[in-house]
């Protein structure tokens, strides 16, 4: 559980001499400017980094909540400014979302108990940083303020109480529990995990009026609570009485990829296994990590990692990496051919899964590997590399991380219902696990 004393201090940072790159990041960003609303994990402003949600205390959970349940989501993101700015007025809202993410036309006041709109009051600056920062964060539901239906919801950042100046939206979903999700079998044994990666589960629907499941029901099976690739399951493979049995052949619905890549900055002053130089300007730290190489098409890591997750974290103030942990700029570097048809991007949660330009590789051709310069705030960071055609929307890590079998992903089961009175897409059924574990 993470101590945090949010009273705003002075800042007593190092004084920030802008560079090239960084310092678009830092420039006082265009209060002005008026934004069209993004479904998805979508930061509008360069200068917000590092935006996390997930569920109570634990920062590699998924944000999702549960009716009745108090536990609460924290939102936690940073606002890069000079110090000799102040902080800015943030305000949330919420937007409910149809199963496809497209937001509804329901009112607030219709899947929400109590005022939605809110002002985000705890915030504190950065202490002893050569980047100069805000932290803020916001915690909700409360027991005042409280969701009444389920389904897909944005939260939204704004300023200034205008919700036109949208600073960042963020997903996650509500979930009311009314079936039971029964995995029927798990591979668990090294020897059928090579021979078969598939999925089969029962959804006892007792209690709900189903007509046909192929209409009325959604189901959607994720991978690492990836929203990019997400696959939905039609119709189920059988049935009996309230019962309805669901398959998913997990080698064809999604690339397995192999173990993900780690890269560890808690600290500035002690080498990782990941760190080969670490260089001290007067700006930034920047950090240089050992060349990685493309993965043959059957090698496989046995490594444990947290499948694509990020945490903050400072070796040296592990109790106040909120706002003492600085953001350095890293050096990435894969060995590869030059892919001529293809895009390279570094991959991640902490890439929101997505083909961002500030993630795309640069090909040396002088020392025949990609490289990207990222600016990261300290921290432990997986990932991953993938291609992508410059047309195409879908990212393919399996063209140069390889498809291994013994691959472990987290995957969750969704459970989407829309009764015929309904103007929008309960979840009604979620289940997450961890499928070799």
């Not at 940072?13 to 802008?18: E, K, N, W």
């Not at 069209?36 to 590092?50: C, G, K, M």
């Not at 894969?334 to 991640?348: Q, S």
């Not at 991953?384 to 498809?403: M, V």
Request: glycine share 4%.
């Amino acid at each position: 559980m993470k101590v945090i004393l949010w009273i705003v201090l002075p800042c007593f940072s190092l004084l920030f001499v802008a560079c090239p790159m960084t310092e678009n990041a830092l420039r006082s960003p265009n209060y002005t400017n008026e934004r069209t609303l993004i479904a998805d994990n979508h930061a509008y402003e360069a200068n917000i980094r590092t935006v996390q949600l997930y569920r109570g205390d634990y920062e590699l959970s998924y944000p999702v909540i549960y009716l009745n349940d108090p536990t609460p989501l924290s939102l936690e993101f940073d606002e890069l400014l000079p110090p000799e700015e102040i902080e800015s007025k943030f305000y949330v809202d919420f937007v409910n979302c149809d199963a496809n993410w497209n937001p509804t036309n329901l009112l607030p006041i219709e899947f929400f108990e109590g005022f939605s709109q809110d002002q985000i009051d705890l915030y504190r600056r950065s202490e002893f940083t050569k980047i100069s920062y805000f932290h803020y964060t916001y915690q909700f539901p409360k027991p005042e303020r409280y969701f009444k239906i389920s389904g897909n919801y944005l939260i939204k950042v704004y300023r200034n109480g205008n919700p036109k100046e949208l600073v960042l939206t963020r997903r996650f979903i509500v979930v009311d529990r009314q079936v039971n999700i029964e995995p029927k079998y798990l591979i668990n044994d090294r020897i059928q995990r090579l021979r078969l990666q598939e999925l089969a589960f029962d959804v006892n629907v007792a209690g709900l009026e189903i007509i046909n499941p192929a209409q009325d029901l959604q189901i959607l099976v994720m991978q690492n609570f990836r929203w990019d690739n997400a696959v939905q399951i039609e119709r189920p493979r059988f049935s009996r009485q309230e019962i309805y049995e669901y398959y998913i052949n997990l080698i064809a619905g999604f690339n397995g990829g192999n173990e993900f890549r780690w890269h560890d900055i808690r600290s500035t002053r002690f080498y990782s296994e990941s760190m080969r130089d670490v260089t001290e300007l007067p700006q930034h730290y920047e950090i240089t990590l050992y060349q990685d190489d493309e993965r043959l098409k059957n090698s496989f890591g046995t490594l444990r990692d947290r499948n694509g997750g990020f945490f903050i974290e400072v070796q040296e103030w592990p109790n106040a990496a909120d706002y003492s942990a600085d953001y350095v700029m890293n050096k990435f570097r894969l060995k590869a051919k030059y892919r001529p048809n293809d895009e390279v991007y570094i991959l991640g949660s902490f890439t929101d899964w997505q083909a961002r330009p500030e993630f795309r590789m640069d090909y040396n051709e002088s020392q025949a590997r990609y490289e990207a310069s990222l600016l990261l705030k300290q921290g432990v960071y997986d990932y991953q590399y993938a291609s992508k055609a410059p047309s195409g929307k879908l990212l393919n890590e399996g063209d140069i991380e390889g498809k291994a079998l013994e691959t472990e992903n987290y995957y969750n089961i969704l459970i989407y219902y829309r009764a015929p009175t309904d103007r929008t897409d309960r979840i009604i059924g979620f289940l997450p696990l961890n499928y070799y574990d």
